[in-house]
């Protein structure tokens, strides 16, 4: 059997709070899935209004939807800014570990109010229950292993993973909410954006050929160079950036990690630096402070920018993008 999650209570307390929370969830699945023509879910704390429902696919096979769902809950940040992204306000979103709130990127006013559910790797399930969802987003890979729990709730749409495919997410979350219209609209604006900051940085020619190389400094982790099968690769490609010959050796495309020993690998026209956690524990201090950093060409030439690592790896999505494309544009005209 899988329990509710609890911190702290005696083993008698837990159980009773677990098959509370078990029963407001499937009374609340009952009237969040009703059929189409359904009308028993006045009073049920349902946004969706008509009762209208539409199949959106998912990692999780097909999946009955809300046609206009009010009550949203959000799993993680890339779930958040598409929400956020298409004008949708969730009632209950995740934290990431490492920080204190929602991404601070994102406009205060779109955030407020959003009920905290806990941490993304553990959210709290009676808390999400407590907000009587008309559906919630999240993906397989951050929340496959609850996904029983959550359908009870309410209808959980899941893409497979996150990150590089943040694209095809982004349509899955707009069909489930709903937005597939203002999608469309998001999209295009992005790519003019895109194309506006390879103008900036000198026209297509110019931007293959400056080499870029992202750096993540992980407490508790090695140093990451990031690969070409993540988000923020996505952008560089569609600026039309080069990558040097490191980032094709990523593990699984996702990151090459090196030691503050082999940091010299990570050299490169241009390098975004962010870090993740404590400087001294991620060993950024030591890395930073070392000559064979300081010897690095990028260094040398003052061509490393130290950017949010909130906003350049944990956003993913289109208004974190939109952020990124002016930062970007920003220190690549520099000089």
Same mark, same amino acid.
């Given at each position: 059997?899988?329990?509710?999650n609890l911190q702290? =209570?005696?083993?008698?307390?837990?159980?009773?709070?677990?098959?509370?929370?078990?029963?407001?969830?499937?009374?609340? $699945?009952?009237?969040?899935?009703?059929s189409s023509d359904?009308?028993?879910?006045?009073?049920?704390?349902?946004?969706?209004?008509?009762?209208?429902? #539409?199949?959106?696919?998912?990692?999780? =096979?097909?999946?009955?939807?809300?046609?206009?769902?009010?009550?949203?809950?959000?799993?993680?940040? $890339?779930?958040?800014?598409?929400?956020?992204?298409?004008?949708?306000?969730?009632?209950?979103?995740?934290?990431?570990?490492?920080?204190?709130?929602?991404?601070?990127?994102?406009?205060?006013?779109?955030?407020?109010?959003?009920?905290?559910?806990?941490?993304?790797?553990?959210?709290?399930?009676?808390?999400?229950?407590?907000?009587?969802?008309?559906?919630?987003?999240?993906?397989?890979?951050? #929340?496959?292993?609850?996904?029983?729990?959550?359908?009870?709730?309410?209808?959980?749409?899941?893409?497979?993973?996150?990150? #590089?495919?943040?694209?095809?997410?982004?349509?899955?979350?707009?069909?489930?909410? =709903?937005?597939?219209?203002?999608?469309?609209?998001?999209?295009?604006?992005?790519?003019? #954006?895109?194309?506006?900051?390879?103008?900036?940085? !000198? !026209?297509?020619?110019?931007?293959?050929?400056?080499?870029?190389?992202?750096?993540?400094?992980?407490?508790?982790?090695?140093?990451?160079?990031?690969?070409?099968?993540?988000?923020?690769?996505?952008?560089?490609?569609?600026?039309?950036?080069?990558?040097?010959?490191?980032?094709?050796?990523?593990?699984?495309?996702?990151?090459?990690?090196?030691?503050?020993?082999?940091?010299?690998?990570?050299?490169?026209?241009?390098?975004?630096?962010?870090?993740?956690?404590?400087?001294?524990?991620?060993?950024?201090?030591?890395?930073?402070?070392?000559?064979?950093?300081?010897?690095?060409?990028?260094?040398?030439?003052?061509?490393?920018?130290?950017?949010?690592?909130?906003?350049?790896?944990?956003?993913?999505?289109?208004?974190?993008?939109?952020?990124?494309?002016?930062?970007?544009?920003?220190?690549?005209?520099?000089?």
């Amino acid at each position: 059997m899988t329990s509710v999650n609890l911190q702290s =209570g005696s083993a008698s307390r837990r159980r009773s709070l677990a098959a509370g929370a078990l029963a407001l969830s499937g009374a609340l $699945a009952l009237s969040a899935c009703g059929s189409s023509d359904s009308s028993d879910d006045s009073g049920s704390g349902s946004g969706s209004g008509s009762g209208k429902t #539409h199949v959106v696919k998912t990692a999780m =096979g097909d999946v009955k939807v809300p046609v206009a769902p009010k009550r949203v809950v959000v799993l993680d940040t $890339a779930e958040l800014d598409s929400a956020i992204t298409l004008g949708v306000k969730p009632v209950g979103s995740t934290h990431v570990e490492a920080s204190s709130g929602f991404p601070s990127y994102l406009p205060k006013d779109k955030v407020s109010g959003i009920k905290d559910v806990g941490e993304m790797l553990n959210p709290n399930m009676e808390a999400i229950a407590a907000l009587n969802p008309d559906v919630i987003l999240t993906s397989k890979i951050r #929340h496959a292993a609850k996904y029983e729990q959550l359908k009870q709730i309410a209808p959980t749409v899941m893409t497979e993973n996150t990150g #590089h495919p943040w694209k095809e997410n982004f349509q899955v979350h707009a069909d489930a909410l =709903g937005k597939k219209a203002e999608a469309k609209k998001v999209v295009s604006a992005y790519d003019a #954006h895109a194309e506006k900051v390879t103008t900036a940085v !000198g !026209g297509p020619a110019k931007a293959k050929a400056t080499e870029v190389n992202i750096v993540r400094f992980v407490e508790g982790a090695d140093i990451r160079i990031y690969g070409e099968q993540t988000y923020i690769a996505t952008l560089l490609k569609d600026v039309g950036l080069g990558r040097p010959a490191i980032a094709a050796k990523a593990k699984d495309g996702f990151s090459y990690d090196v030691s503050p020993e082999k940091i010299d690998l990570a050299d490169a026209d241009v390098i975004f630096r962010s870090t993740y956690g404590d400087p001294k524990k991620s060993k950024q201090t030591q890395t930073v402070g070392s000559s064979l950093w300081k010897n690095m060409g990028a260094v040398k030439k003052g061509n490393v920018h130290t950017v949010d690592d909130e906003l350049w790896i944990q956003g993913i999505g289109y208004t974190a993008a939109n952020k990124i494309l002016d930062e970007m544009q920003k220190s690549l005209t520099k000089k």
